[in-house]
């Protein structure tokens, strides 16, 4: 029996992470054994083999990746340095973190019956490469981690559902900066109004996912994200 995806996305700051980790306190709460790709590939610097994997009744997993390409994209790609590199460079980074990801550990684990949960995805790629750049999202589509992605679509897609100022006055009150180049007010302007469209919702809707939004906006705290993503656990699974 082919395990849940559950994807979780939205900007910087918008409580996504905080999303994820509740549920994988309600998967430790509920006794049953996690692996969190997070933790283990900065451990490790590579993926879990299948032996690994099927130890797992849970997968908490995240793009980009904590090792290979996935690491490359987090310390030289995305920072906010004098490199400037192209939205395409940076795409066609993203999908290949994503289709060494998918190939090493998603679609096994799923096909194990392991149920996966992603911090980030292929929907971070359609929303922020095109408002980077002119990049259209039908070129994205065309890379093959893409491809990959869409045709192992998530079960659920939660995006988490924040205002633009929100999340710029979050990312400054935070003690460890990511320096990213997507930091700036009118940038993340830009990523809100393609987090909550039309177009992505169906994208994915006729891919079989259902999509949901969680309201993380002031003035709910982490602790009011968390108990709502624990009840969502529950109803999932």
Not at 44 to 65: G, H, K, L, M, Y
Not at 128 to 136: F, G, L, S, T
Not at 185 to 197: D, G, M, P, W
């Amino acid at each position: 029996m082919r395990g849940k995806f559950v994807m979780v996305d939205g900007l910087d700051g918008s409580g996504k992470g905080t999303i994820v980790d509740a549920m994988k306190e309600w998967a430790i709460d509920h006794g049953v054994n996690v692996l969190d790709l997070r933790d283990f590939c900065r451990e490790n610097s590579r993926f879990p083999n299948e032996v690994e994997i099927s130890s797992a009744a849970f997968i908490f997993s995240a793009e980009p990746t904590f090792c290979m390409v996935g690491q490359a994209i987090r310390e030289e790609l995305v920072r906010n340095t004098d490199t400037n590199y192209s939205a395409m460079t940076i795409a066609q980074a993203f999908s290949l973190d994503r289709e060494i990801l998918y190939k090493r550990v998603i679609i096994p684990a799923l096909k194990l019956g392991k149920n996966v949960i992603q911090e980030r995805g292929v929907i971070s790629s359609l929303v922020y490469q095109p408002a980077q750049d002119r990049i259209q999202v039908s070129e994205l589509l065309k890379l093959t981690g893409n491809r990959l992605a869409l045709l192992n679509a998530p079960d659920t897609v939660i995006i988490a559902k924040v205002s633009a100022e929100t999340v710029v006055r979050r990312l400054k009150l935070r003690t460890k900066k990511d320096d990213s180049i997507f930091d700036s007010l009118a940038f993340q302007r830009k990523l809100e109004s393609r987090y909550t469209s039309d177009w992505l919702k169906t994208l994915f809707e006729k891919q079989g996912s259902t999509v949901m939004y969680m309201d993380t906006d002031d003035p709910k705290t982490p602790e009011d994200t968390k108990e709502e993503a624990k009840k969502l656990m529950d109803d999932l699974f």
